[in-house]
């Protein structure tokens, strides 16, 4: 399918980039409106502009890892739905083994080791951090691995955009 996409009038760079942008777009709509409806549960959470600052740098970080992300595997696959398959098989476990829904320090040590090697992990404490003031042992590495992460998938998606023989 992204042989058939690449072959239209655009160079694969300018398809690559409008492809993130889209993703990062929706991440930062999507969570607007999950805070616009949850904002009469947000009762004691500190928002400061600093803080949505740091919210932002999560959501677009974290939306470029996983565009990416994407945009590398299907740079591989022969379907979208195969696409679709391995997304829908890697994105529950990767939320639920990090610290989105329980905090890092109460993990068990195996669970915590699996937990450090996820993006996601950091993505939350960013967030968390910038929402509520709450610090955990990885955000001082946080600030560092989520754009380096991310910057590194997305060079190997573009990367592999270029191997794709038409």
């Known amino acids: 399918m992204l ?3 690449l072959a239209g009038p655009f160079k694969r760079h300018e398809y690559f980039s409008s492809k ?3 993703v990062i777009l929706q991440g930062l709509f999507g969570s607007f409106l999950v805070v616009l409806v949850a904002s009469p549960l947000l009762i004691g959470l500190r ?3 600093i803080g949505v600052l740091y919210v932002f740098f999560s959501l677009i970080f974290a ?3 996983f565009g990416s992300l994407s945009l590398l595997i299907s740079a591989y696959v022969k379907t979208d739905q195969t696409l679709n ?3 829908n098989s890697i994105l529950p476990p990767l ?3 990090s610290s989105i829904f329980y905090p890092l320090e109460a993990m068990p040590d195996p669970l915590k080791s699996i937990a450090l090697a996820n993006l996601l992990t950091y993505a939350a404490d960013i967030a968390r951090f910038g929402l509520s003031g709450m610090t955990s042992i990885t955000l001082p590495y946080a600030f560092f691995l989520l754009p380096l992460l991310s910057m590194i998938s997305f060079i190997l998606s573009i990367h592999a ?3 794709i023989s038409m």
């Open 161 to 163: 955009a270029y191997r």
């Open 63 to 65: 939306s470029l890892f």
């Open 47 to 49: 928002l400061t502009p």
């Open 95 to 97: 939320t639920f083994i």
């Open 85 to 87: 398959i391995i997304f």
């Open 3 to 5: 042989e058939q996409i």
């Open 20 to 22: 993130i942008l889209s």
